[in-house]
């Protein structure tokens, strides 16, 4: 397994689509920048009241929507010259090997993740907030966040490993991504809708909490895991029987 | 346990209603170039498939190194090169990286990176992204793959497709010296008789899904049975009056044909047409190329 990941490696370094993993900190520094002012008065909040400023773009929209790319880029390069068809008839374990790109896929995000937090505490060396950093509040957020991706990496794999086509799979996360402004409003469907799961798990707790926001970390935690479980078992045994 | 590296009983594909695969019985016995050999459309590439573990067979089973490829596929895949259909590669990466990508699989050593880009000539493109390769360079960089895990069983769906033809020269002594050299095992389809004739040992000739022969080479040749054609001044005459004599001969296209004739056989009827003053202006043997013999056995006289 340590060798496939070295190959899985290998060929995603020589693309540059691991670039993207800076877009969403870079643009959540800017955005966590310029909303400052409004947050001087809650002294002893600034650091939770930046983190969510900034998590709103980037959980509600990037977070999806580069788990689908990551996801497609990760299958397109087998999918383009016989890939698939090269990379099977090598001593090779299916389980193994889909197993591997979803791992890739899911470091891209920590990557993504760690970058973030990268973002707010430049924010806050230069807006000089208070040196007691609520480290558990940051870490159970951008590692929350993470988590809540998982069952969307698994689904977006399964998608781009079933299509040959590139395009469609990334076309199909949009969709599903637009929508998610109002659904993670929603008490109903927000925990439930897994494109709003990285909101909901990464949003610091706060006092004006809406929506879907007061549904207890438990449900969010047993609905994850489950829908990571179905998702990523049908993908999985969907490509042990693939024909190539 | 039998003697053979690849052996498939009963090996059967469907897709939807045709069986594209039709109880193929292949066998192949070490240190063989075995030529799979069958038109367009054959069921090659999708038996082929079958043998790598990439698809399912409906039924079934295949054997190789006298192991069941669905219970042990990978430890059979360790000991087999393959090139399958069209080349598989990365465009992004160079031919190094791609070889590269295959060797962590394989356990391959680096060293031997540079003996297979030497080995297809492609040491001096090594560093250039695949994407920029023309058909024949990626065709022999999948040749190197197939070669980079010093496989004991090597499997060619049509390698020489795409290479010009010093390059086809190349790949074809390149072939003919493993089982040599090495004593590698090789299975390699292709749609042409005389390119599978100039490397072949044993021979499967597949059409629309089953296996119509299966043997050496040798005994393909033998088939090529001859016939001798004879130009004479007046052919019809000349064939009644052979007829009055006793000796049969084919009238066809203003020509006399002897089929199978003996030497005596045919000097006997010569003798016969020269008492009766017939002018003998030729006397050609006429052989059945291998070709022929080929179409005839795949029905597909007349033309694909
Ligand atoms: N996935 C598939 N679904 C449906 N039919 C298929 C599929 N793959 C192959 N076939 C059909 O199976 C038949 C055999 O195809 P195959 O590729 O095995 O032929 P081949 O002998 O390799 O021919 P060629 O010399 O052209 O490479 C063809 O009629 C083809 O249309
Ligand atoms: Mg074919």
């Known amino acids: 397994m340590g060798r496939l990941f070295q190959s899985e490696f290998l060929k995603l370094r020589r693309s540059s689509i691991w670039l993207l993993i800076f877009v969403s900190p870079i643009l959540s520094l800017v955005l966590g920048l310029s909303e400052l002012s409004e947050i001087g008065e809650f002294e002893q909040h600034q650091w939770t009241a930046t983190l969510g400023i900034m998590t709103i773009s980037h959980a509600i929209l990037f977070l999806p929507l580069l788990t689908g790319i990551f996801s497609s880029f990760i299958c397109r390069y087998e999918h383009v010259a016989g890939g698939w068809k090269q990379l099977l008839s090598l001593p090779v374990s299916r389980r193994n090997l889909y197993i591997v790109k979803i791992l890739i896929v899911s470091l891209l995000i920590a990557a993504t993740q760690i970058l973030f937090i990268l973002g707010l505490f430049i924010i806050g060396w230069m807006k000089g907030y208070p040196i007691e950093i609520p480290w558990g509040t940051i870490s159970t957020s951008v590692f929350g966040g993470w988590l809540a991706c998982m069952p969307l990496i698994a689904l977006q794999m399964f998608a781009s490993v079933a299509w040959s086509s590139f395009a469609a799979p990334l076309a199909v996360n949009v969709i599903f991504t637009i929508p998610n402004m109002l659904i993670v409003n929603s008490e109903r469907f927000g925990p439930y809708y897994p494109w709003s799961q990285p909101f909901l798990m990464m949003m610091p707790n706060s006092a004006e909490n809406f929506g879907a926001l007061n549904v207890s970390i438990e449900t969010l935690f047993i609905v994850i895991f489950g829908s990571l479980i179905l998702f990523l078992g049908t993908g999985l045994v969907y490509f042990l029987r693939k024909e190539i | ?304």
């Open chain 2, 1 to 304: 346990m039998s003697n053979f590296i690849i052996e498939t009983n009963k090996l059967t594909k469907k897709f939807g209603s045709s069986k594209v695969v039709n109880n193929v019985n292949l066998q192949v016995k070490k240190g063989e170039i075995y030529g799979f050999l069958g038109p367009n459309g054959a069921g090659k590439t999708t038996s082929i498939r079958m043998l790598l573990g990439l698809a399912r067979p409906t039924n079934g089973s295949v054997q190789i190194f006298g192991k069941d490829i669905k219970k042990e596929r990978l430890s059979i895949l360790k000991k087999v090169g393959s090139l399958v259909e069209y080349p598989s590669y990365y465009g992004h990466l160079t031919a190094y990286e791609n070889l590269e990508a295959a060797r962590l699989l394989l356990g391959a050593t680096k060293p031997r990176i540079d003996e297979v880009l030497a080995i297809v000539r492609l040491t001096k493109d090594a560093k250039r992204p695949v994407k920029g390769f023309s058909l024949g360079m990626k065709q022999r960089l999948g040749i190197a793959t197939a070669l980079l895990g010093n496989p004991e069983l090597l499997i060619l769906d049509e390698p020489t497709n795409g290479l010009d033809p010093s390059g086809i020269i190349e790949i074809r002594e390149l072939i003919k010296s493993m089982p040599k050299e090495h004593g590698i095992t090789i299975l390699i389809s292709s749609h042409l008789l005389s390119e599978i004739d100039q490397m072949a040992t044993q021979v499967g000739i597949i059409t629309k899904g089953q296996m119509i022969f299966q043997d050496s080479i040798l005994k393909l040749r033998a088939q090529s049975t001859s016939k001798i054609k004879l130009t004479v001044n007046d052919a019809e005459a000349a064939w009644k009056s052979l007829l009055t004599h006793g000796y049969r001969t084919d009238f066809n296209q203003n020509k006399l044909f002897i089929e199978n004739g003996s030497d005596d056989n045919v000097a006997e009827i010569v003798k016969s047409l020269v008492q009766n003053n017939y002018s003998i202006y030729r006397v050609e043997e006429e052989r059945k190329s291998l070709e022929e013999i080929f179409l005839e056995l795949t029905g597909l006289e007349g033309g694909l």
